[in-house]
Each structure stands twice: as structure tokens, then as C-alpha cells.
């Protein structure tokens, strides 16, 4: 089944105790991003990857880091995590297409960090 | 100016009627334009895209492009409780950014 597989799906944790949210897609897909989702606020760009070792920020980047080694896999890290950055985390991916369905977003289910 | 705009409603009609939802976007050399339905707690699920000026009719849903407004709507025929949802427009950028708005939460009353 073509899926974004993302762990956790809950989390609770306490500040500065880093932490790794996976997300890993079986579909071959070039693009992949993560947002995050707070009341009021929308899905909110992360970070975001274009391909292999390909990265750039989102619109809210800070305290977060990604990396994208292989084609498939595309972690986001919390290196000292705020109580912030509770919310409701999606990854999703696409192939990178202009003016094609292929380019429709699968989401991951999501992840529910609480930093206390 | 934000890059997609949507009202946040709740739009509320009632169980058979038309819901209608707007949504305006900046970047004028935008070229895909997506409808998301989210219910609460879920991952957005895609209604709709479209491409090209016009209409696109899928079952109850039709979505609807005007590049020269920069203006992209869905109509929602029939609507049901279950369409109770948050809807998200979302914009592939020029430089294939993704761009989502804040959503409209719509509500069908039975």
C-alpha cells in the first residue's frame, strides 16, 4: 500500500530531551515536507526537500533540523525541544511535477509532540 | 498580503444545500491549486486539484480556477453532516513552494 509512515504518533517529552519524529515514504517520491498545525495557524511549512541531500527551510524553521540521506526517508530532529513546539506535526510527500496529479501531497497520519 | 487566504468561517449551511468556499492566492505564476478536506485530529485528504482555467466536476464537488483573479472556489452540491470538515486551499508556488491557507471550517446542519 503507497503510504507516508511517520513515528511517533504521540509523544510526550520534557524540555531540552532531544528527539527524532520518522517519516518514510514507500511511493519513490522526490518532494518532501514537514508542517506543523496549531489552532488558528494553519499547516505551517518546516522544513522541506526537493530530493537527495536537497533541504531548505519552511516558514517556521527554527529549532528544528532535517536531514535527507536516501530517496525514501526524511526525519525531522528536535535537538532541545521547547514546550513551543507542542503541536500537531504532518510529513508528506510527492513526486515533483508541475501541472500533473502527481504532484498531490500524501500525508503521513501525523505526530502529536507535547514538550513539558 | 498572505500567499493563500481563506475565510475561517465556520461556514454553516444547511444538510442539502450548496456550500461554497473561496479562496485567493498571491504568486501570480502559481500553477496547481488543491482542495484538502481535514477532519479534526486527521491528516488532510485531497478533494480536488486543478490545473487549468474553469471548472472540474468530480460527483458532489467542483472546483473552480480563474488565473486572472487569482481566485479558486469549491462548491459542495448536496452536502451532507459528513462534510463537516476543515477545508484547506493550497498552492504549488512558482518556485514549487507549498503553500497552504488557514482553512475554512465548514459545518452542515442536519
Known amino acids: 500500500e503507497a503510504q507516508v509512515t511517520q513515528n511517533p504518533r504521540y509523544l510526550i517529552t520534557v524540555t531540552g530531551k532531544k528527539l527524532t519524529v520518522t517519516c518514510s515514504q514507500n511511493m519513490n517520491h522526490e518532494y518532501m515536507s514537514w508542517y506543523r498545525q496549531d489552532p488558528g495557524l494553519g499547516l505551517r511549512q518546516i522544513y522541506y526537500s526537493m530530493n537527495v541531500e536537497v533541504t531548505d527551510k519552511g516558514d517556521v524553521p527554527e529549532g528544528y533540523k532535517v536531514s535527507r540521506k536516501e530517496k525514501r526517508n526524511f526525519p525531522l530532529i528536535l535537538e532541545s525541544p521547547s514546550p513551543n513546539q507542542t503541536s500537531l506535526y504532518f510529513c508528506?510527500?510527492?513526486?515533483?511535477?508541475?501541472?500533473?496529479?502527481?504532484?498531490?501531497?500524501?500525508f503521513g497520519a501525523g505526530s502529536r509532540l507535547t514538550v513539558l | 498580503q498572505k500567499e493563500v487566504e481563506q475565510n475561517s468561517g465556520p461556514l454553516s449551511v444547511p444538510e442539502g444545500a450548496i456550500a461554497s468556499l473561496n479562496c485567493t492566492y498571491s504568486d501570480r505564476v502559481s500553477q496547481s491549486f488543491f482542495w484538502y478536506r481535514q477532519y479534526s485530529g486527521k491528516s488532510p485528504e485531497l478533494i480536488m486539484s486543478?490545473?487549468?482555467?474553469g471548472d472540474k466536476e468530480d460527483g458532489r464537488f467542483t472546483a473552480q480556477l480563474n488565473k486572472a483573479s487569482q481566485y479558486v472556489s469549491l462548491l459542495i452540491r448536496d452536502s451532507q453532516p459528513s462534510d463537516s470538515a476543515t477545508y484547506l486551499c493550497a498552492v504549488i508556488s512558482g518556485t514549487y513552494k507549498y503553500i497552504f491557507g488557514t482553512g475554512t471550517r465548514l459545518k452542515v446542519l442536519a
Open positions: 486543478i490545473y487549468s482555467n
Open positions: 508528506a510527500s510527492s513526486f515533483r511535477e508541475t501541472g500533473l496529479s502527481a504532484n498531490v501531497l500524501t
